[in-house]
Each structure stands twice: as C-alpha cells, then as structure tokens.
C-alpha cells in the first residue's frame, strides 16, 4: 500500500516484493489520492503448461519512459548518484529500497530534484501496526546480508531495520508521515512482508493499515501542505 505526499502526476512504482499492496497514487488535476489495487511480484505465479501461442506470435517490447523502448521489460535501480541523475535525465522516477536511511534517501531525493527529475520518488518502509515479529525481521534481514553488496549495506543504518511500527495506529502514522516529510517522497510504498508470518496476520495487518493508518497519513500529509499542486 501506498500514500502520495506530491502532486506532481501519478505514481507508478515498479513491482516490488511483499504479498498483496494497496498502491494509493495522486491526480494532479484534483490533488486527490486514488485508491487501487496493485499485485506485487509475490503475488503471481505463472505455471508452465502447453500452450498454442507460439512465441514468433508474441511481442514483449514495452515503453518503459520517454524515448526509451525495451524488448523485455525488466529493470533494475541502483541506490546512486550517477543513477538517480540518469534516471532524472531520462524522465524516469526512482524507487529507494526498504532498508536505507532516510538521510540517504534524502540526498538522493535532492539529487534528483536538482537534476530537474520529472517522475515519482517512491519510498518503501516495512511497517508493523502492533508488535513487530522481530526474531522474523532479524532472520528476513540476516537473509538480506548474504547477497546484499556491502557498499550497499552501507546506507542501511541501524534504525531498527528502517521499520515503522508502534502500538497503535497514531504511532504508526505519526512514524510515517515523518519519514515521508523527511524524505521528500511523492509516495509511500507500505510492505508486511515477513518470511514464516501466517498469512492470517499479515491479512490483518493490511486490512488494519488501510483502515486505520493509510487514510490518516493521507490525510495529515494533505492538511500540513505536504501534497503540493
């Protein structure tokens, strides 16, 4: 799930991990928030099995921004400098991952808006309404170190693994809107993804952050003047 902080034009972030999403968006002519529902990359599973369609009959070519066309429509982003003011260049807007600081993500936000960057700057923040599976969290990230490059490592920090969470929803919403301000990011990309955690609990974490704590950052990012026209 997701929640806007810029009007600038709608948010389309890249597929990104985590069991189902709410991806919330904004309409520049009515500086409003849309709700949609999104599939992440978890979420579909594609079986082989025999099929008629033959491959000369298919066509992957996607146009991936302006003046850029690819053949199969896949893409990779890199936590950078050089990489956000390519990005900027090409009109392309970035997704930061889950677990850099926001002082990171901040600078390179700024980076991105100097270079006269067009699209959506998208944070991602794992999130917890209640107490966190920490034990799960430490094991999830533990798993992340493995294959993670350590200059990447680097920028993670030690803010409690990047997670928002509190006891209640204010807390968690207060969190959120402080990281988004803090950022400067057009869009919140909310993830509950936690190896071993029943999907029981994280269907009640996210029905209980889009009732309670989505609607609510929305809402306080829109009446502080945080989504801008």
């Given at each position: 799930?997701?929640?806007?902080?810029?009007?600038?034009?709608?948010?389309?972030?890249?597929?990104?991990?985590?069991?189902?999403?709410?991806?919330?968006?904004?309409?520049?002519?009515?500086?409003?928030?849309?709700?949609?529902?999104?599939?992440?990359?978890?979420?579909?599973?594609?079986?082989?099995?025999?099929?008629?369609?033959?491959?000369?009959?298919?066509?992957?070519?996607?146009?991936?921004?302006?003046?850029?066309?690819?053949?199969?429509?896949?893409?990779?982003?890199?936590?950078?400098?050089?990489?956000?003011?390519?990005?900027?260049?090409?009109?392309?807007?970035?997704?930061?991952?889950?677990?850099?600081?926001?002082?990171?993500?901040?600078?390179?936000?700024?980076?991105?808006?100097?270079?006269r960057g067009p699209g959506p700057c998208v944070l991602i923040r794992r999130v917890w309404l209640g107490e966190p599976p920490r034990s799960r969290l430490d094991e999830q990230l533990d798993r992340y170190r493995t294959y993670t490059p350590r200059a990447a490592q680097a920028h993670w920090g030690e803010e409690d693994r990047q997670l928002v969470d509190g006891p209640d929803p204010a807390t968690v919403v207060d969190g959120l809107v402080a990281v988004a301000r803090a950022v400067d990011a057009d869009a919140l990309n909310l993830r509950v993804h936690v190896p071993g955690v029943p999907p029981a609990s994280v269907r009640e974490q996210i029905v209980g952050l889009g009732d309670e704590v989505v609607p609510r950052v929305r809402d306080s990012l829109a009446s502080s003047g945080a989504v801008r026209t």
């Open positions: 799930m997701a929640t806007p902080t810029r009007s600038t034009r709608p948010a389309h972030p890249a597929p990104a991990a985590g069991g189902p999403s709410r991806i919330l968006g904004s309409e520049p002519e009515l500086s409003r928030v849309r709700v949609e529902s999104a599939l992440t990359f978890d979420d579909v599973l594609l079986v082989p099995r025999h099929s008629e369609t033959h491959p000369k009959d298919v066509s992957t070519v996607s146009r991936f921004s302006t003046g850029i066309t690819l053949n199969v429509p896949l893409v990779s982003a890199a936590m950078g400098f050089t990489a956000v003011r390519r990005a900027a260049r090409l009109g392309i807007g970035i997704l930061f991952d889950s677990l850099s600081t926001v002082a990171r993500c901040r600078s390179l936000t700024d980076a991105y808006r100097e270079s």
